[in-house]
C-alpha cells in the first residue's frame, strides 16, 4: 500500500479515526521518517503532560517539546522563536507544530484578573511592567492565539523556509485535534522551484563558456585541441545531466513534505535533491514502529 499522506495528514487522519473506535487506527512513523523529529510549542498547562505526544502517535524519542504560558509567540525574535529555530538546526526538527489546547487559563486572564492575582502575591502595580497585555501575550480566543503564532513564525528570518509550521487545538477532554494551519501550503519554495533556479543559472553559466570555447588560437580552434575537447566533453555530460534534471522535474508529482534545497556541493553534483518524490528509502535511519495509538487516554479534570 502506497503511503502517500503526509506526517501531518497521517496524524489528523489517524487522531479522527480512532476517536471514532477504529482500533487499528495508528502512527507509523517509519513511513514519515523525513519528517521527524518534529518540535512542539504547547502551553504549560499540567493537563498536556499525558496528552503529547500520545495523541500525535509520534515516539517520545522524535517529539521536541517547546512550552511556555500560553504557546505564545512574542515576536520574530522571541525566546519561543529562538527555541524552535534552535531545534531545528541543532537537533534536526523537520516540522513545527503550535499546538494549543482547549480551557487555556492564560486565554481567561484580562489585564485586572492579573492584577489581582500579582497583587495577591505580593507584587504591586508600580514594579509590573506598562502594557500587561503585551508583556505577557494576552489573548482572548485559544485558535486565534495559534493562528497569529504560526504567521509570526512563518515570517520569522531564523525560522528556516523549508521547515512547515503547523497550528493545531487539542481537546483536553476528548484528545481529539483539530488541524488549524497547514504549514505544507505556507512553505516559501518547493523542491522543484529551488532545483529549476539551480538549472536556469548553471545554465547561462554553459551559455557563457560555449562563447569562450569558440576562440581560436592562431589557426587552431581551441575545441581541436585536447584541452578544448575536455571541457567540450564535460559540457557535454552536464548538458545530459540538465536535460535529465528538468524532464524529471516537468514530469514529476510536486513535490510534498519539507522541501530540500540543494547545498553546494549538490549543485555542482547535479544530482536531483534527496527527499524528492521517492521519499525514505533505506538511507534514513529507521524508526521501530511503536504499537499504534489504540486508546486515547480520557482525562477527568
Ligand atoms: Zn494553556
Known amino acids: 500500500m502506497g503511503n502517500t499522506m503526509r506526517l501531518l495528514e497521517a496524524i489528523v487522519d489517524a487522531n479522527h479515526r480512532a476517536l471514532a473506535g477504529d482500533p487499528k487506527a495508528?502512527?507509523?512513523?517509519?513511513?514519515?521518517?523525513?519528517?521527524?523529529?518534529?518540535?512542539?510549542?504547547?502551553c504549560l498547562d499540567a493537563r498536556l503532560n499525558p496528552v503529547l505526544p500520545e495523541v500525535l502517535g509520534i515516539p517520545e524519542e522524535q517529539f521536541l517539546w517547546v512550552r511556555n504560558a500560553g504557546?505564545?509567540?512574542?515576536?520574530?525574535?522571541?525566546?519561543?522563536?529562538?527555541?524552535?529555530?534552535?531545534?531545528?538546526?541543532?537537533?534536526?526538527?523537520?516540522?513545527?507544530?503550535?499546538?494549543?489546547?482547549?480551557d487555556c487559563r492564560v486565554a481567561r486572564?484580562?489585564?485586572?484578573?492579573?492584577?489581582?492575582?500579582?497583587?495577591?502575591?505580593?507584587?504591586?502595580?508600580?514594579?509590573?511592567?506598562?502594557?500587561?497585555?503585551?508583556?505577557?501575550?494576552?489573548?482572548a480566543s485559544e485558535p486565534q492565539n495559534v493562528h497569529a503564532a504560526c504567521d509570526t513564525l512563518r515570517k520569522s528570518p531564523i525560522i528556516p523556509p523549508h521547515v512547515?509550521?503547523?497550528g493545531l487545538m487539542v481537546d483536553l477532554d476528548t484528545g481529539r485535534l483539530e488541524w488549524l494551519v497547514n504549514g505544507y501550503t505556507t512553505l516559501p519554495t518547493t523542491t522543484a522551484e529551488a532545483v529549476q533556479a539551480t538549472v536556469a543559472s548553471v545554465r547561462e553559466t554553459l551559455g557563457r563558456i560555449g562563447d569562450w570555447t569558440e576562440f581560436r588560437i592562431g589557426s587552431v580552434a581551441l575545441s581541436d585541441l585536447p584541452i578544448g575537447r575536455t571541457v567540450a566533453g564535460a559540457i557535454d555530460r552536464l548538458e545530459g545531466t540538465l536535460g535529465k534534471l528538468e524532464?524529471?522535474?516537468?514530469?514529476?508529482?510536486?513535490?510534498?513534505?519539507?522541501?530540500?534545497?540543494?547545498?553546494?556541493?549538490?549543485?555542482?553534483?547535479?544530482?536531483?535533491?534527496?527527499?524528492?518524490?521517492?521519499?525514505?528509502?533505506?538511507?534514513?535511519k529507521a524508526i521501530p514502529i511503536p504499537p499504534p495509538v489504540t486508546r486515547l487516554r480520557h482525562r477527568d479534570r
Open 26 to 42: 495508528g502512527l507509523r512513523p517509519s513511513e514519515h521518517a523525513d519528517s521527524l523529529p518534529v518540535v512542539a510549542l504547547t
Open 247 to 284: 524532464q524529471a522535474l516537468g514530469t514529476a508529482p510536486s513535490i510534498s513534505g519539507p522541501a530540500v534545497t540543494p547545498t553546494p556541493s549538490q549543485e555542482s553534483g547535479v544530482e536531483p535533491a534527496e527527499g524528492g518524490p521517492q521519499g525514505p528509502s533505506g538511507s534514513k
Open 164 to 166: 512547515p509550521v503547523h
Open 71 to 102: 504557546n505564545v509567540v512574542g515576536g520574530p525574535f522571541s525566546s519561543a522563536a529562538r527555541a524552535l529555530a534552535l531545534a531545528c538546526l541543532l537537533e534536526g526538527a523537520r516540522e513545527i507544530l503550535v499546538i494549543g489546547h482547549s
Open 109 to 139: 486572564q484580562s489585564v485586572m484578573s492579573l492584577l489581582d492575582r500579582f497583587s495577591a502575591l505580593g507584587i504591586s502595580r508600580d514594579r509590573l511592567p506598562e502594557n500587561l497585555l503585551e508583556t505577557f501575550g494576552l489573548f
